[in-house]
């Protein structure tokens, strides 16, 4: 898989995002909600804790709730109200 131009300088050699961009960069923001949410399967549930541990794999930064939080803000991913299950929402778009 590649990565669009954009993520370059916020993705590493394995495919890891390595930091967030400013509340000013909301399209490189959305680039990046775009290819996490691009890991997680459509139309499988997934445990808070699952949703963590993907996105610990393809982030260094520590800061899976935040991305979890961002996912699920921005209509990438969809929870129960109690917030134990998640899941992608169809519209998530894939990085060729």
Do not use: C
Request: aromatic content about 16%.
């Amino acid at each position: 898989m590649t990565n669009p131009d954009e993520l370059k300088t916020y993705v590493d050699a394995e495919g890891r995002i390595t930091n967030w961009p400013t509340k000013h960069k909301k399209r490189e923001q959305k680039l990046i909600l775009e290819y996490l949410a691009a890991k997680f399967e459509l139309g499988r549930v997934y445990t808070e804790k699952e949703v963590n541990e993907m996105l610990k794999q393809y982030h260094t930064f520590q800061d899976w709730a935040m991305l979890r939080r961002e996912l699920f803000e921005h209509g990438f991913f969809n929870r129960q109200k109690d917030g134990s299950s998640y899941w992608r929402t169809p519209k998530t778009k894939f990085f060729d």
